[in-house]
């Protein structure tokens, strides 16, 4: 049995910090001395930041975004293309495809995939309020930007099924060899997804 080394406040810290992503123990132990050491410039100004988000963060209702506002910034923003939604699955996808700045479109967050094994049906998905937003007009496209995974493509699936009759174009993210990336590092599932997605050179 391991000894304690500090306090118990410190170790329900460390604790608390090894639920992060990414955070293992031994990550969670150095995040939490640093944090012990630095705590005036770093410890204090986190604390009060983490309380205000804790106050002021919400889930808009149009998109399932995170923000401090409801309706969202993005839902608010009259320069985004309203034509076009991208569905993502987490919160977490719509930042990284924000951060590529490669469209500029609306969002609609699923906040997860369909996955019978684990208990995840239609109902615990934000999929109803996708199909309300296009069923009361002016969009275009829906693009589906769910990840590759068997989970993610079944819902996918689901969801183009559920608006096959709207009229609206549902596409996909193109699957395959990334920019700069070499067919011999490449795993065998992204090689046929790149010979069955090629397009005209």
Not at 27 to 42: D, G, N, P, T, Y
Not at 44 to 64: H, S, W
């Amino acid at each position: 049995m391991s000894k304690r080394v500090a306090g118990p406040e410190i170790e329900r810290l460390i604790q608390l910090l090894a639920k992060l992503p990414g955070l293992g123990p031994r990550s969670a132990r150095r995040a939490a001395l640093h944090l012990v050491k630095k705590r005036e410039s770093l410890m204090q100004p986190l604390t009060a930041a983490m309380g205000e988000a804790l106050e002021k963060i919400v889930i808009c209702r149009t998109c399932g975004n995170v923000d401090t506002s409801d309706p969202c910034t993005i839902c608010c923003d009259p320069r985004r293309d309203g034509g076009v939604i991208i569905v993502v699955e987490d919160v977490s996808d719509l930042w990284a495809l924000e951060r590529a700045g490669a469209i500029n479109a609306r969002y609609h967050v699923l906040g997860g995939t369909l996955s019978p094994l684990d208990g995840v049906g239609p109902q615990d998905l934000n999929i109803e309020s996708l199909v309300t937003r296009v069923r009361e007009g002016g969009v275009r496209e829906v693009i589906l930007a769910v990840n590759a995974t068997v989970d993610g493509q079944t819902t996918a699936h689901y969801v183009t099924d559920l608006l096959a009759n709207t009229g609206v174009s549902v596409t996909r993210l193109a699957h395959g060899v990334p920019v700069g990336g070499e067919l011999d590092y490449l795993d065998e599932g992204t090689i046929s997804a790149a010979i069955r997605s090629r397009t005209t050179f």
